[in-house]
């Protein structure tokens, strides 16, 4: 993996291999457990935008040091004269919309803490690992704040609405071992092996025929938004087969399975 440069010092990076096509955005902000401020929020914007996320076949969201994201710089704020609502229409808001709407498998790596805006981030992904000793979950009843960064989404549609608003009344943080038993992410694996284990995933999915993953995923986030029913799926599937089936992926795959050998995908 090679190591990207800073977006002007403001504790993001793109790291990329010319090797696999997976490219890791790192949250490099240590000293500050990765808390997200303005200048932070754009600089994960415009790396979402950059030709090295743009042009990569898969996507793997982690941070550096002790912990994911702890969520929002609060060192900035301005109690009683702020606009909350301003502050997530302008700043966050439109980081958690890009990055979950990438056409591009993503992964996030969570270890420690990922509150809040970390945690909008984690789940912005499609896939969420952790690491067992991870800390997840709303802890805005303790500056009297509501959860954002499309948390209320996450927890409602991943363990239900009295888990979700469990968490939300009590504050109560989930071990990775706990998000795992309760559903909320994909897996939970020891501190250690977490980056390790999610590279190998990326990287797996990276040689995959990842056009056709997009038309997947698009799919997978109608439904998952209430907007697509099963009828309407079934409809959006063979639409998005018919894209398929002119790609170089779909022609490569059909002839390997006929001939017997592993495939060559290329994304297109």
């Not at 795992?180 to 990287?203: D, F």
Request: charged share 20%; with cysteine.
């Amino acid at each position: 993996m090679r190591k990207g440069a800073a977006m002007s010092d403001s504790g993001v990076r793109v790291d990329t291999t010319d090797a696999t096509g997976v490219v890791e955005l790192v949250l490099d902000r240590p000293a500050k457990l990765n808390a997200v401020d303005e200048a932070m929020a754009a600089a994960i914007l415009h790396c979402l935008d950059s030709p090295a996320v743009i042009s990569a076949r898969a996507i793997v969201v982690r941070g550096e040091g002790k912990g994911f994201c702890a969520g929002r710089d609060l060192s900035g704020a301005d109690p009683g004269h702020e606009d909350g609502a301003a502050i997530l229409r302008r700043v966050f808001n439109p980081v958690m919309v890009a990055l979950g709407s990438l056409p591009i498998p993503t992964f996030a790596a969570v270890h420690g803490p990922a509150l809040g805006v970390g945690f909008g981030l984690a789940f912005a992904c499609d896939v969420v690992m952790v690491a067992d000793d991870a800390k997840l979950g709303s802890p805005f009843a303790r500056i009297g704040a509501v959860l954002d960064s499309g948390g209320h989404h996450s927890l409602v549609t991943r363990v239900g609405v009295h888990r979700a608003l469990e968490l939300i009344y009590t504050g109560r943080l989930l071990s990775g071992v706990e998000a795992a038993a309760w559903g909320l992410v994909n897996r939970s694996v020891a501190p250690g092996e977490l980056l390790a284990t999610v590279r190998a995933m990326a990287t797996q999915v990276a040689a995959g025929p990842t056009a056709s993953f997009a038309l997947s995923k698009a799919i997978a986030l109608a439904v998952a938004g209430g907007g697509m029913g099963a009828t309407a799926a079934l409809e959006a599937e063979a639409v998005a087969q018919g894209l398929a089936s002119r790609t170089a992926d779909y022609s490569e795959g059909m002839t390997a399975f006929q001939q017997k050998r592993p495939p060559a995908f290329i994304g297109r």
